[in-house]
């Protein structure tokens, strides 16, 4: 073979590698799909271990497309944590014994339905919402299960998890406090979404959620639909439409130009600069909340 195709290979090898060095030397390496699962899980591993993202910035859960660097860094983990097969179905494809579903850690009692708004499923139920992150009360309640998962798969590590996290659920109480002072300072008239993102957070901070445009990935409405939703935000006196990064704004911007209501992006996933911690990321959503509805 030409001399070439070896320098790719091994072009090709030091990349790999060098993607997994900062990876490589902890005593647990957990690997997970999206930049909030990461910062939560690393507030309870702490510096016993080393959480990844796979998700890159600015990408959807919904369809992404893994790179063979993503399946050896899965491969070298110590588990691998996920939302749901309605948010991260690809995660599946990785070959881990430890697949967690995150979701599956958060109690019944505390689960959001998604439900449709329009056409032949509104009113109807579609399944758990899988975006529990979204709320600080939600992410507490998973941190029980997530405890016994991390000692179960570590038991060496028990004592640090507790600590660990302990001290995040009193984070998460005074997060949830800061919030809610926040939202005193709005009116919380009825809202509208993209996609339904901040379900969770919209129903611990006490909004009414009056219509969800895209209810499940790839399912956009059709121009009857979008006239349904209009004749809805009028009647609810929607306010604002929260749109989101990840997904198309089409059909929210022609709510707006139809209506004239307020479109404002949201970011559920952040992973960026400002935007790297669980309370970065929730407290970087909840400003934006409160200047939309000022």
């Keep these: 073979m030409p001399p070439c ?15 997994l060095s900062s990876y490589s030397f902890a005593q647990v390496k957990l690997a997970t799909s999206i930049p909030p699962f990461k910062a939560i899980l690393q507030h309870v ?9 796979i998700l890159p910035p600015g990408a959807s859960p919904h369809t992404f497309e893994a790179k063979p660097k993503n399946f050896l860094q899965v491969e070298a983990a110590t588990a691998l944590f996920y939302g ?5 179905k690809w995660v599946l494809t990785f070959k881990n014994d430890n697949r967690i579903s995150l979701l599956q850690l958060l109690p019944a009692k505390d689960r959001l339905e998604l439900r449709g708004f329009y056409g032949k499923n509104k009113g109807r139920p579609l399944g758990v919402d899988p975006h ?12 029980p299960g997530l405890m016994k998962e991390l000692i179960a798969i570590d038991p060496a590590g028990k004592e640090v998890y507790e600590k660990n ?8 109480d005074s997060l949830s406090a800061t919030v809610a002072e926040m939202m ?26 009056a219509g ?3 209810v499940l990935p790839g399912t956009e409405p059709t121009a009857r639909e979008v006239k349904e939703l209009i004749e809805t935000a009028k009647k609810e006196s929607v306010r604002v439409i929260f749109s989101d990064p990840q997904h198309s704004s089409r059909p929210a911007e022609l709510i707006r130009e139809s209506t004239g209501i307020k479109l404002c992006q949201l970011d559920p996933l952040g992973g960026t600069e400002g935007r790297m911690s669980y309370e970065e990321i ?3 959503n909840a400003q934006k909340i409160v200047e939309a509805l000022q």
């Design 184 to 209: 005193a300072k709005v009116n919380r008239a009825p809202v509208m979404m993209s996609h339904p993102s901040f379900q969770y957070f919209l129903k611990e901070f006490g909004f009414h959620l």
């Design 132 to 143: 529990f992150w979204t709320s600080p009360r939600a992410v507490k309640s998973i941190l």
């Design 165 to 172: 996290a302990k001290a995040f659920a009193v984070t998460l």
């Design 45 to 53: 591993v702490g510096e016993r271990g080393d959480v990844y993202a």
């Design 5 to 19: 195709f070896y320098k790719r290979i091994i072009s090709t090898l030091i990349v790999l590698l060098f993607g």
């Design 282 to 284: 929730i407290l970087y």
């Design 84 to 88: 749901s097969e309605h948010l991260d």
């Design 212 to 214: 969800v445009i895209e």
